[in-house]
């Protein structure tokens, strides 16, 4: 697993931690969500987007699904 993508999904990580954390039911994260809490720490590289993408695929699990809208995002089901 590339930095990138170790990055990324921690970062998915605690953006779901913190919503469960505040009782939500569900959070919708999309790659541009992901990408921009993904930099907060630094410039990432450039193909980052897709990399965001993957890792919001790959985080899918049982009850969450696709939410619809412009661009790929996630509606994931809490708590996890």
């Not at 720490?41 to 993408?53: F, K, Q, R, V, W």
């Not at 890792?55 to 661009?71: C, N, W, Y």
Request: hydrophobic residues 40%; proline residues 4%; glycine residues 10%.
């Amino acid at each position: 697993m590339s930095d990138t993508k170790d990055h990324l999904a921690h970062e998915l990580d605690k953006m779901l931690e913190t919503a469960e954390e505040n009782g939500k039911d569900s959070l919708t994260v999309s790659v541009q969500d992901l990408h921009n809490a993904g930099e907060a720490d630094g410039n990432l590289p450039g193909d980052t987007m897709a990399e965001a993408e993957r890792v919001l695929r790959a985080a899918m699990g049982a009850g969450d699904s696709e939410a619809p809208g412009d661009g790929f995002a996630v509606a994931f089901k809490l708590p996890r």
